[in-house]
């Protein structure tokens, strides 16, 4: 079985700028695709960003042109660089792998316990 752990959340002001990262590991053999999500207070978990397993990168409008991904295939670690942050861009943000094959077993969505970002206006 597969474990991603984010790191990097934390209270940032309007305008600043916020690098998440993301590592997997468990006996890992190969993942698909790496990518991030956030939820706010009373709303669904939704898409933010993916780098796909042919490394072609996808992002949400929301987000377009102050986010960026970047994954490092090698050592299954994805991050997440933010800039020009919005209050609304305040939520928990989880991170996510797609069709991860462990030693011994197939896990379609692996998902990380999440971390906080925060925005002030």
Do not use: H
């Not at 490394?55 to 299954?76: L, P």
């Amino acid at each position: 079985q597969v474990q991603l752990v984010e790191s990097g959340g934390g209270l940032v002001q309007a305008g600043g700028s916020l690098r998440l990262s993301c590592a997997a590991s468990g006996s890992i053999i190969s993942i698909d695709a790496m990518g991030w999500y956030r939820q706010a207070p009373g709303e669904q978990r939704e898409f933010v960003a993916r780098s796909t397993g042919g490394g072609t990168t996808i992002y949400a409008d929301s987000v377009k042109g102050r986010f960026s991904i970047s994954r490092d295939t090698g050592k299954n670690t994805v991050s997440l660089q933010m800039s020009s942050l919005k209050p609304e861009d305040t939520a928990v943000y989880y991170c996510n792998a797609n069709n991860v094959w462990t030693r011994g077993a197939f896990t379609r969505d692996a998902w990380g316990q999440g971390t906080q970002v925060t925005v002030s206006s």
